[in-house]
């Protein structure tokens, strides 16, 4: 069964090291929150996963399907079923999203054969979820995108890409009230007994749309806290300051 | 888990040669003797005899230019000028000889003719072999037709405009092909006639040590529309070969007139071209040259805004990879009011290729209200590539509007990554970039011409991956 395991994972970038032995998995059918103050570790934590070069593994591993995919370039493990909707997404000039998300999808699933048109039913049907308009087909990959726009962008390549475990960093962010229930009924849609969720936010707002099965809290590098969706509330009310007093408490 | 490398292709899909017996090839090497014996073989009017050896003496006394590419390996002497593969030019495919035919059946040519073509030109070697027009068109009097047979057919207007523009002492390499031209196209649309799809001529090398000197005529009467458009090729060999050409593009009050080349030479060729146009009043011309392969290109499409009100765009991009050098850029000079131009390069160097900009925009005293816009952007794929910008210009009045920007740049590793993270491998998310980068050109090419040409970048850029 599809499972991503992260375990003792000790990592970093550019020299700094981030990551102080972090355990997770994510199996499909869950969702699973991960929230955790700025600077903490998390979009590090995904860019590991998806396996940026310029960030190095010290210690530990990652498996999906239980095997080790830490000595994978990022195609393969997108290839295998790994997506990372990104915090910060790249713009590409020059490059329309329709042809990209073409270009991609024929890469992902190349047991899929379609033809063009119904390609790009398959696309408009996921941009009527998203709201998005279908003219976005048309327009060059984030080139110029509004910050909610590069969000919902990342969500329909979620959605049009079908991978098996979806890491989602930040994509309730900088959207506004509506689009941001739009993007959570998008990701609701989407999940399914056979994919596994990581939610990566800051917010319990996302979580009142999409209900987690698990909530982690990650402080300097590793996860001080597991619970349900219970957890994000306090956190809302509560904020981190008693998590990582009690974080504090444990490593003394 | 099984997870496979793809494989890189890396080489020159247009680098196959033919065996084909010549009807007639001079001796190698270059004197008066070879300049007479063309132009006899031709059967030319003295006058063009005269001009030829006028660009003979030209190319003798004229030093060879040495503020561009590294010319030091053409060896005049042994480069063969005239080479003549067929006895006529076929007006149908069944007229060419098989041997050349099927070179162009595999360069695309009949095929690309019967779907979206209005004419087209085929030229091999030295000489044109096939020429074709669509009969409305013939009837509306466009010509389109092989220099040569042009000058036998319409001598008058061959004469009122031949060496106008790029005259024999121009430059080394206009005075050389001056001395030696043979083939190339004549265009010439009446006024009012708007050709809606692409006029194409197409230009093979096919022998070694050849020299390809076509002299291009393209007359755009007031008020006519039309797209000509250029395609060329050669084989790999060893030894160098040399291309030579002159473009002379006239374009009368009101005329549209744009010229699109797509050059795709194996990396042993010299492509020393000269282009340059005349917008007279209210009319627009419309450069688009793309340049990939050759070992050096020397090439600077340009423009003279002659007529008030003439407006001009070039575009040229050009990609470099090993041992290429494209030393390209644009022209415009403003010698009217009320004249506009833009200009945009874009150059991709990789594997130690270079790319040089080199561009002049000039202002003449008088030329008031005049806008002009350049844009160069250069886009390295590594380390040891190289790639330098040299704009020239000179403002005589100040009412001018001059816009100038240039940007240099690497591939981002965080955009390669993206991409990556989509599935792509790294050599095709950098294709991607890269013909995201070229975009611009490439949605000013008719459809079948836009494919073409991202397949051959991708294509170079695999095989120049380090
Ligand atoms: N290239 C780098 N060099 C040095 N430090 C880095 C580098 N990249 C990230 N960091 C640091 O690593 C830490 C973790 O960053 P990361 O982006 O993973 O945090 P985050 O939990 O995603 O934060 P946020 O909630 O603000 O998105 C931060 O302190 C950050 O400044
Ligand atoms: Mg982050």
């Known amino acids: 069964m599809t499972a991503l395991e992260v375990k003792n994972l000790h990592a970093g970038v550019d020299g700094k090291a981030i990551l102080h032995g972090l355990?997770?998995?994510?199996?499909?059918?869950?969702?699973?929150?991960?929230?955790?103050?700025?600077?903490?570790?998390k979009s590090t934590l995904s860019h590991v996963l998806m396996g940026h070069i310029r960030y190095e593994v010290y210690e530990g591993d990652v498996l999906l399907d239980g095997t080790s995919i830490l000595g994978l370039l990022p195609h393969y493990r997108a290839r295998l079923g790994l997506f990372l909707g990104f915090q910060y997404p790249q713009e590409v000039p020059g490059i329309k999203m329709g042809s990209f998300l073409n270009a991609a999808y024929k890469r992902m699933h190349p047991e899929n054969e379609m033809e063009i048109p119904e390609f790009f039913a398959y696309v408009d049907e996921r941009m009527n979820l998203l709201k998005l308009d279908p003219s976005f087909g048309a327009r060059y990959l984030n080139d110029g995108f509004s910050g909610g726009e590069k969000k919902r962008a990342e969500v329909l390549q979620m959605l049009v890409l079908a991978p098996r475990i979806a890491i989602l960093d930040e994509s309730d962010s900088g959207l506004d009230i509506d689009a941001l229930k739009t993007v959570a009924e998008a990701i609701d849609h989407f999940a399914s007994p056979e994919v596994g969720i990581l939610l990566i936010t800051h917010y319990q707002r996302l979580l009142d749309y999409v209900?987690?099965?698990?909530?982690?809290?990650?402080?300097?590098?590793?996860?001080?806290?597991?619970?349900?969706?219970?957890?994000?509330?306090?956190?809302?009310?509560?904020?981190?300051?008693?998590?990582?007093?009690?974080?504090?408490?444990?490593v003394t | 888990m099984v997870l496979e490398q793809e494989t890189v292709n890396r080489e020159y899909k247009y680098g196959f040669r033919d065996d084909i017996e010549y009807v007639y090839r001079t001796a190698k090497g270059l004197s008066e003797d070879v300049v007479r014996e063309i132009s006899g073989l031709k059967d030319e009017p003295e006058w063009m005899l005269k001009m030829r050896l006028r660009g003979y003496s030209h190319f003798l006394e004229r030093?060879?230019?040495?503020?561009?590419?590294?010319?030091?390996?053409?060896?005049?002497?042994?480069?063969?000028?005239?080479?003549?593969?067929?006895?006529?030019?076929?007006?149908?495919?069944?007229?060419?000889?098989?041997?050349?035919?099927?070179?162009?059946?595999?360069?695309?040519?009949?095929?690309?003719?019967?779907?979206?073509?209005?004419?087209?030109?085929?030229?091999?070697?030295?000489?044109?072999?096939?020429?074709?027009?669509?009969?409305?068109?013939?009837?509306?009097?466009?010509?389109?037709?092989?220099?040569?047979?042009?000058?036998?057919?319409?001598?008058?207007?061959?004469?009122?405009?031949?060496?106008?523009?790029?005259?024999?002492?121009?430059?080394?390499?206009?005075?050389?092909?001056?001395?030696?031209?043979?083939?190339?196209?004549?265009?010439?649309?009446?006024?009012?006639?708007?050709?809606?799809?692409?006029?194409?001529?197409?230009?093979?090398?096919?022998?070694?040590?050849?020299?390809?000197?076509?002299?291009?005529?393209?007359?755009?009467?007031?008020?006519?529309?039309?797209?000509y458009i250029e395609g060329c090729t050669a084989p790999t060999y060893t030894t160098n070969s040399l291309h030579a050409a002159v473009v002379e593009v006239i374009a009368k009050p009101g005329a549209i007139v744009r010229y699109t080349t797509l050059q795709n030479w194996s990396d042993n060729v010299y492509n020393l071209v000269t282009k340059r146009a005349y917008a007279y009043e209210n009319s627009t011309v419309e450069w688009v040259d793309a340049n990939i392969g050759s070992r050096l290109t020397m090439k600077y499409p340009s423009v003279y805004l002659v007529g008030k009100g003439a407006k001009t765009e070039i575009l040229s991009v050009a990609y470099a990879g090993k041992g290429m050098h494209q030393d390209a850029g644009a022209k415009a000079i403003h010698l009217a009011s009320d004249t506009q131009s833009r200009i945009t390069s874009k150059s991709v160097s990789q594997n130690g290729g270079r790319v040089t900009y080199r561009g002049h925009l000039a202002v003449a005293k008088g030329a008031r209200n005049v806008k002009s816009n350049v844009r160069c952007d250069a886009l390295m794929l590594d380390a040891v590539?190289?790639?330098?910008?040299?704009?020239?210009?000179?403002?005589?009045?100040?009412?001018?509007?001059?816009?100038?920007?240039?940007?240099?740049?690497?591939?981002?590793?965080?955009?390669?990554?993206?991409?990556?993270?989509?599935?792509?491998?790294?050599?095709?998310?950098?294709?991607?970039?890269?013909?995201?980068?070229?975009?611009?050109?490439?949605?000013?090419?008719?459809?079948?011409?836009?494919?073409?040409?991202?397949?051959?970048?991708?294509?170079?850029?695999?095989?120049?991956?380090?």
């Open chain 1, 23 to 41: 355990d997770l998995t994510v199996r499909a059918g869950e969702i699973h929150a991960l929230m955790g103050p700025n600077g903490s570790g």
């Open chain 1, 211 to 250: 209900t987690p099965d698990f909530v982690h809290v990650m402080v300097d590098g590793r996860i001080v806290r597991s619970g349900g969706s219970d957890l994000a509330q306090k956190l809302e009310e509560l904020g981190y300051k008693w998590i990582k007093e009690e974080a504090t408490v444990e």
């Open chain 2, 63 to 227: 030093v060879m230019p040495d503020w561009g590419g590294d010319l030091d390996d053409i060896d005049f002497d042994d480069i063969r000028y005239y080479l003549k593969p067929s006895e006529k030019e076929g007006r149908s495919w069944d007229e060419v000889p098989d041997k050349i035919r099927e070179t162009f059946d595999r360069l695309g040519i009949p095929e690309a003719e019967r779907k979206f073509l209005a004419g087209v030109g085929a030229q091999y070697d030295s000489e044109v072999v096939y020429h074709k027009t669509l009969k409305h068109l013939e009837e509306q009097g466009v010509v389109f037709m092989g220099t040569d047979a042009a000058l036998k057919e319409y001598p008058e207007i061959f004469k009122e405009y031949f060496a106008t523009l790029v005259p024999p002492e121009d430059n080394k390499f206009a005075a050389l092909n001056t001395a030696v031209w043979s083939g190339g196209s004549f265009v010439y649309v009446p006024k009012g006639v708007k050709v809606e799809q692409p006029l194409q001529a197409y230009f093979r090398i096919n022998s070694e040590n050849m020299g390809q000197f076509e002299r291009t005529l393209i007359i755009g009467d007031e008020d006519c529309q039309f797209h």
């Open chain 2, 385 to 466: 590539s190289r790639s330098d910008t040299y704009p020239y210009m000179d403002i005589e009045e100040e009412d001018a509007s001059i816009t100038h920007e240039a940007t240099v740049g690497k591939i981002s590793e965080d955009v390669l990554y993206y991409l990556m993270s989509r599935g792509l491998t790294e050599n095709e998310a950098m294709n991607m970039v890269v013909l995201g980068f070229l975009e611009i050109f490439t949605k000013e090419l008719p459809m079948e011409y836009a494919v073409e040409f991202n397949r051959l970048i991708k294509m170079e850029i695999e095989g120049n991956v380090g």
